[in-house]
């Protein structure tokens, strides 16, 4: 119930691809409480994600390789984040994969993979638990 309360408050769901200026009016509120993700917002676009930066509207960014549709694009929105210290969370959920190639991607960052009865989820799991041993 906060949680749709906040979101009325600041309309940042509201036509939430162009809405930097409320997201930037949420992360002042929040942004040392919660991630504020871009989303709808970068959407895994080097361009938008720098205009995010300039305007200060997240802390956080839902990377989606193939939302935008290159590894190298992916790499700049990533390093664009990393570089100005925003969480970074990758995400297969523009379409499920269980290519483990966003597996690597999230190394050092947070992975959201779907649901547990989708072969997605396992195939990602079981590389973040293979990762995990080989670095222990």
Not at 42 to 56: E, G, H, L, S, Y
Not at 106 to 130: D, H, K, N, Y
Request: charge should be positive.
């Amino acid at each position: 119930r906060d949680v749709m309360r906040i979101a009325r408050r600041f309309n940042a769901g509201s036509r939430s691809e162009e809405n930097f200026a409320e997201f930037a009016k949420l992360l002042a509120a929040w942004g040392d409480k919660a991630i504020i993700a871009g989303d709808d917002l970068t959407v895994t676009n080097p361009a938008r994600m720098q205009k995010a930066k300039d305007t200060q509207s997240i802390n956080g960014v839902i990377i989606k390789p193939n939302q935008i549709g290159t590894v190298s694009e992916t790499a700049e929105v990533v390093r664009l984040a990393k570089a100005k210290g925003y969480a970074t969370i990758a995400s297969h959920r523009s379409g499920e994969t269980e290519d483990a190639a966003l597996a690597h991607i999230a190394v050092g960052g947070v992975c959201e993979v779907g649901s547990i009865p989708r072969s997605s989820f396992m195939v990602l799991s079981t590389f973040f638990a293979r990762a995990i041993c080989s670095v222990s």
